[in-house]
Nanobody, 116 residues
Framework: QVQLEESGGGRAQPGGSLTLSCAAS????????MGWYRQTPGNQRELVAI???????NHADSVRGRFTISRDNAKNTVLLQMNSLKVEDTAVYYC??????????WGQGTQVTVSP
């Protein structure tokens, strides 16, 4: 079982920055992919950015060049640095982890609100 604890959500103005953090805990962690998804009311959860243990990253087109994912494999943490925020980035952001045994886990979500 993997527990994911998120922090760092909140409010920002357009053009501002926020950093999300997620820490994974549990017994015998064998994490493959870690990353972030987001969801707005009435919409499906969508990929924001993910990173493999080996360091390969994938950022959604909508955030590429503005958001950066980074990961510390030794600490089982993943960060999402969000710069040049837009109103349309407003969403609940979820930490995601996929173990090497192909079990998927989600955090509880953290609200990010971007408004003037």
């Amino acid at each position: 079982q993997v527990q994911l604890e998120e922090s760092g959500g909140g409010r920002a103005q357009p053009g501002g920055s926020l950093t999300l953090s997620c820490a994974a805990s549990g017994n015998n962690l064998r994490l493959g992919v870690m990353g972030w998804y987001r969801q707005t009311p009435g919409n499906q959860r969508e990929l924001v950015a993910i990173q493999t243990t080996e360091g390969t990253t994938n950022h959604a087109d909508s955030v590429r060049g503005r958001f950066t994912i980074s990961r510390d494999n030794a600490k089982n943490t993943v960060l999402l640095q969000m710069n040049s925020l837009k109103v349309e980035d407003t969403a609940v952001y979820y930490c995601y982890a996929l173990t090497r045994g192909w079990d998927a886990y989600w955090g509880q979500g953290t609200q990010v609100t971007v408004s003037p």
